[in-house]
């Protein structure tokens, strides 16, 4: 029964990546359609028109499995020679440089929610 539930609400979410593709058809803005399916349920979150509850278990299992939608890109990479020279170096330095920073931002949100969080429960 989890697993249905998890399944409908990463379909559930898909609903706002379709309509970040309608947006993005309409409106020519140089945003990604993902990124403001994104938006969309943000927004949606923050309006209450959509509850938490109805997307969290679907978001954290995406969350999860994230690394796997990195792999094939990651395994493309070694059928380019060029990775070995000093243009390999560079690339390498500013993929761990941007893969700090990534990760920085993602731990610093993620305590901040997680402290939010905690003050609600001990509200209650």
Do not use: C
Request: a positive charge; aromatic letters at 12%; charged letters at 15%.
């Amino acid at each position: 029964m989890k697993i249905l539930k998890i399944i409908l609400q990463i379909l559930f979410i898909h609903i706002f990546l379709f309509l970040g593709i309608v947006i993005k058809t309409f409106v020519q803005v140089p945003i990604p359609a993902s990124m403001i399916g994104l938006v969309l349920l943000f927004l949606a979150l923050m309006l209450k028109l959509v509850k938490l509850e109805w997307v969290e278990q679907g978001g954290k299992w995406l969350l999860a499995e994230l690394l796997l939608f990195f792999v094939p890109s990651a395994v493309g990479i070694v059928n380019y020679k060029e990775i070995l020279g000093w243009q390999g170096v560079e690339t390498i330095v500013l993929i761990i440089f941007s893969t700090m920073i990534v990760m920085g931002t993602t731990a610093f949100v993620a305590e901040k929610l997680y402290n939010r969080k905690l003050k609600r429960s001990d509200a209650f």
